[in-house]
């Protein structure tokens, strides 16, 4: 059996230590907006931790979300007010606060392909 890392915490620790979640479109953290996402926190030196979860809206559509995981919350708040993205709270958010529980998200679904400076890749559009 493979074990875990001992340098990468389990899930229900980075959602203890770092509570201030930032939610972006899985597909827009891809290639180039990977890197211009990557500089902004060097730039700034802020630590985070990357989380994934699924959302699913009431309409059954399912979407993979990268969660942006900071300890700070100045370090979160200057990461949504450069990238924009979705407040997530990992305690309210997920199936009864389970560290890999589903997002439920109200509504239907609709795509974002831009959000700030970040858009999805020409070749996932599709």
Known sequence: MVGRSHSI?????IDRD?????????DICTGRNFTLIQ????Q?????????VIA??????????????FADPDAANAF???FGGIAFDPKRDRENG????????PGAY?????????????????
């Open 44 to 52: 700034e030196g802020l630590s985070c931790r990357i989380r994934a």
């Open 110 to 126: 609709k795509r974002i392909l831009e959000i700030g400076p970040l858009s999805v890749p020409e070749p996932l559009r599709n």
């Open 98 to 105: 389970r560290a890999r529980g589903l997002w439920r998200r």
């Open 9 to 13: 915490p389990p899930p229900s620790v």
């Open 56 to 69: 699913v809206w009431e309409d059954g559509r399912q979407e993979q979300w990268r969660l942006h995981c």
């Open 18 to 26: 770092m509570p201030r979640q930032v939610a972006l479109p899985d």
């Open 39 to 42: 500089r902004f926190l060097d």
């Open 80 to 82: 949504v007010a450069h």
